[in-house]
T-cell receptor, first 112, second 114 residues
Framework: DAKTTQPPSMDCAEGRAANLPCNHS???????VYWYRQIHSQGPQYIIH???NNETNEMASLIITEDRKSSTLILPHATLRDTAVYYC?????????????FGQGTILTVHP | DTGVSQDPRHKITKRGQNVTFRCDPI?????LYWYRQTLGQGPEFLTY????????KSRLLSDRFSAERPKGSFSTLEIQRTEQGDSAMYLC????????????FGEGSRLTVL
């Protein structure tokens, strides 16, 4: 699976949009971009995933560049409860989609 | 609660003892995964099942580790002759047997080996 690169930490003011970048320059054509987050002392939580097109759900938006070498997770109105470690993961579709390789992630701190 | 549940949530044991963790997945999910997470690191994949069949095991899963899912429902992860390096959070997740989708993680079982 392709590797990802994320900034180690980011800050965001409550109520503002949080934009978390991820580089995955070696992504293959059959690999999806997934985002999970982990709030302290809890199990990881799925946020969103996409292949080529931008995706939006009730939690976030995922913007994938046309060449698919990078992506951005957008939390439109960050709250204090969004403080967590955010993981960008690239994984092939098929039976192994649950075999996730978590990196170090980005520690997002939302402050009042 | 219809999420993934794990038991026990915390386990403290002495080096050399055996420990067993249990995971109950979401009822209609036929895939079940085990991950391990050490302090300050992201989770690492250990193994996964589709129904009762163990389809893949990581090299991280040494001979002292064994996982089972006998009836395709709950799963157990046993660690024999525990070592201090086994201290970690053991996470279980479940999913549907599709080609993409989300994993639903439990809260984890934290193991401390003294």
């Amino acid at each position: 699976d392709a590797k990802t690169t994320q900034p180690p930490s980011m800050d965001c003011a409550e109520g503002r949009a949080a934009n978390l970048p991820c580089n995955h320059s070696t992504i293959s054509g059959n690999e999806y971009v997934y985002w999970y987050r982990q709030i302290h002392s809890q199990g990881p939580q799925y946020i969103i995933h996409g292949l080529k097109n931008n995706e939006t759900n009730e939690m976030a938006s995922l913007i994938i560049t046309e060449d698919r070498k990078s992506s951005t997770l957008i939390l439109p109105h960050a709250t204090l409860r969004d403080t967590a470690v955010y993981y960008c993961i690239v994984v092939a579709g098929g039976t192994s989609y649950g075999k996730l390789t978590f990196g170090q992630g980005t520690i997002l701190t939302v402050h009042p | 609660d219809t999420g993934v549940s794990q038991d026990p949530r915390h386990k403290i044991t002495k080096r050399g003892q055996n420990v067993t963790f249990r995971c109950d997945p979401i009822s209609e999910h036929n895939r079940l995964y085990w991950y391990r997470q050490t302090l300050g690191q992201g989770p690492e994949f250990l193994t996964y099942f589709q129904n009762e069949a163990q389809l893949e095991k990581s090299r991280l899963l040494s001979d002292r580790f064994s996982a089972e899912r006998p009836k395709g429902s709950f799963s157990t992860l046993e660690i024999q002759r525990t070592e201090q390096g086994d201290s970690a959070m053991y996470l279980c997740a479940s999913s549907l047997a599709t080609n993409t989708g989300e994993l639903f993680f439990g809260e984890g079982s934290r193991l401390t080996v003294l």
